[in-house]
């Protein structure tokens, strides 16, 4: 189905308020679960992303863009509070954020930004994230839909927030569901990506588990019935990603029609990727650091600026959006930040940066992101590993042996960088105090997959 039948279909309400041109408007938009290979745009050769590759051609598009951490929560956090998590307090998903940490929207909204958000992902209702939104919508599944299908009622809430702000100053987050397991896209989706084309000679068919975790085995929440093919999985994931498209390219109607669109810095990113069976880790996210799991894509479009069509290969981390986003709107970023602002580099700027990656379940892996180079360390069983992503983007050949001088600088700078994280995470715990997680919240982290 084409975007401009999908825009039709999500936003035919007949809205006759004009529309004041010229709107300064801030639209930051975060998919669950999309890596940054899936997309045409980095490389992918199957139909999955139009809207996002004819957006990149008016946008800086960030190459090697990279998670704080392969889960929701903790990711999303990082984004929203320019903080890593030992400081924002949200180490896994469940966990609120906590009321003295401040949030992109409080920032904005002080400076007399409306601010709204709608969000698919249940994970980030009743959390804390919704400090600084004066509208906050968990998007409902329409009537006899499954729980999760909850992104084209996120594009109507969309909608209706974007008619009561059109005119004023505002901030509109939205979080798209799909594409996280299980992968369900709308029927029409599956042919457009044959299972031909998402084959592997190392493909095996997988054993469900019997549990949400680990490696090796397809996980419990993500069994659709029947053999469980990882080809068949691969497009239905694709499909998806197709799906979450097309819902950006009706937003983006929608904005045009209401006259946002083009003086309307817009955001897209995701808050981590998904392992397809790299490294043994099928269909899944959470465990491991390595590129599949968390380079995701970060495309700016910043009207107004000399930015269009740049291509960034530096290493970036999640944590830099806020001072990044505060900056183009030209508004006061908070001191203290972990995070730097990006418009050095979106402006020209060709220095390295380092991007800090922390895995889900028990923290157990870190790595550093510099240039070429990605190291990572398990510290329950010492163990480090470095690669040269430009030359191993799949991370198979580990050049720790090879490359020590490499190694012991990366090993450095993690040590320290770990170092002041609990140093950071001894002063945040003081007073704290927090939030138990609500059952229906419990409900949705098994659905997820991040418990049992």
Known sequence: MRAAAIACLFFALAWARPVRAGTSALVLVTVDTLRADYLGLYGQTQPTSPTLDALAGESVVFDRALSTCPATAPSVAAMLTGHHRATNGVARNGRSLPADVTTLAEVLRADGFRTGAVVANQILHDAGFEQGFERFILARPDAGRRELFRDAPLLKEAGRLLREFAGERFFLWLHLMAPHGPYQPPRQYLPLMPAAEFRRPQD????????????????????????????????????????????????????????????????????????????????????????????????????????????????????????????????????????????????????????????????DLVALSVGRWKYIRRRSAPREELFDVAADPGEIRNLAGERPDVLRRFASQTTEWLDDQRARAGVARAGRIPRPIAPQKADALRALGYAD
């Open 204 to 363: 095996r068919t997988l054993m469900v588990s019997h549990n949400n975790r680990g490696p090796m085995l397809l996980p419990r929440y993500q069994a659709l019935g029947g053999p469980v093919v990882p080809a068949e999985y691969r497009r239905r994931y694709a499909a998806e990603i197709r799906y979450a498209d097309d819902l950006l390219g009706a937003l983006i109607g929608r904005m045009r029609r209401l006259g946002v669109w083009d003086e309307a810095l817009f955001v897209v990113t995701a808050d981590h990727g998904e392992s397809l069976g790299e490294h043994e880790l099928w269909f899944q996210h959470g465990w491991y650091v390595y590129d599949d799991s968390v380079r995701v894509p970060l495309l700016v479009r910043a009207p107004g600026r000399d930015f269009a069509s740049r291509r960034i290969g530096a290493s970036i981390s999640l944590v830099d959006l806020m001072p990044t986003l505060l900056e183009l709107v030209a508004v006061a970023a908070p001191a203290g930040l972990e995070g730097d602002t990006l418009v050095p580099l979106m402006a020209g700027e060709t220095a390295d940066r380092p991007a800090y990656v922390q895995n889900y379940y028990d923290n």
